[in-house]
């Protein structure tokens, strides 16, 4: 079983393409459950569960942090954790602090992998989407890299394949603990006079925290930073502070939003 949160498509597609290859069922959590997850009650019948996500701060979104914490599992002595994350460039050290949460909830681990696939983070000075040509080459590397992750899961050896980056601890432990003490705050989200109301970032917020209020989107409770209003809206009026001003747009081409 793929358990998968996605924000912009990424890791969807990561996830659908291995469970092609390798058989898993992938499931996606609904808004719900993802904002209790202590109401998850977890079945694993193959004793195999490959946590897939996209790595935001060098370390794990917020809401698969908190499913991690607070689910259940059913018969979890026979189950194995494996982790396949997608990335800009590189992931730090968010595989071991997978890791670490995994065995507090005392699961087995297995193996990590990271793919790297198009940028979409734009909430911080001097990041920004990739030009079309290198988002594209992820694109198509995508497919050969998750044939090989599938290969070394079907194998059943223990690995550990991921890009760490430079100064990987201070990427996951200094500006990680920024990220996510200052940059997952929900008031520096607005959207200007060019939004139309339409609903359409209402409707595909993964954690159901978005509502229409006098006619523009209001942001409220809990939120992941997966940034997918931001990208899905065509008026590109959902705005993060200044921090987002004059950056791109990205959706992985696959992704299917609700209209």
């Known amino acids: 079983m793929i358990i998968c949160f996605s924000g912009t498509g990424n890791t969807r597609s990561v996830a659908d393409y291995l469970s092609g290859v390798i058989g898993d069922d992938v499931l996606r959590l609904p808004p719900g459950l993802m904002r209790e997850p202590e109401k998850i009650r977890l079945a694993v019948p193959d004793g195999r569960l490959i946590w897939a996500f996209p790595v935001h701060g060098w370390g794990l979104p917020l809401t698969v942090d908190n499913v991690i914490r607070k689910m259940r599992i059913l018969a979890h002595a026979d189950v194995v954790h494996h982790m396949v994350c997608s990335c800009g460039d590189d992931i730090g050290c968010a595989d071991k602090v997978w890791r670490s949460e ?5 699961w087995r681990t297995g193996s990590v992998f990271s793919v790297q696939m198009p940028n979409n983070y734009v909430a911080f000075p001097g990041f920004d989407v990739d030009a079309p040509e290198l988002m594209q080459a992820k694109l198509d590397k995508m497919p050969e890299r998750v044939d090989a992750i599938a290969a070394a899961l079907e194998s059943g050896i223990d690995a550990t394949d991921v890009v760490r980056g430079s100064f990987p601890r201070i990427k996951t432990y200094v500006i990680g603990w920024y990220f996510r003490r200052f940059l997952t705050r929900i008031k520096p989200f607005h959207a200007d006079d060019s939004c139309t109301g339409c609903g359409k970032c209402v409707r595909n917020c993964p954690l159901g925290c978005i509502d229409i209020v006098d006619g523009k989107p209001r942001w409220s409770g809990q939120c992941t930073m997966c940034l997918r209003c931001y990208h899905l809206c065509r008026q590109h009026a959902v ?9 791109g747009q990205y959706l992985h081409p696959d992704y299917q939003l609700l209209k």
Request: avoid cysteine.
């Open 239 to 247: 705005r993060y502070g200044k921090s987002t001003d004059g950056k």
């Open 102 to 106: 995994i065995a507090a909830r005392g």
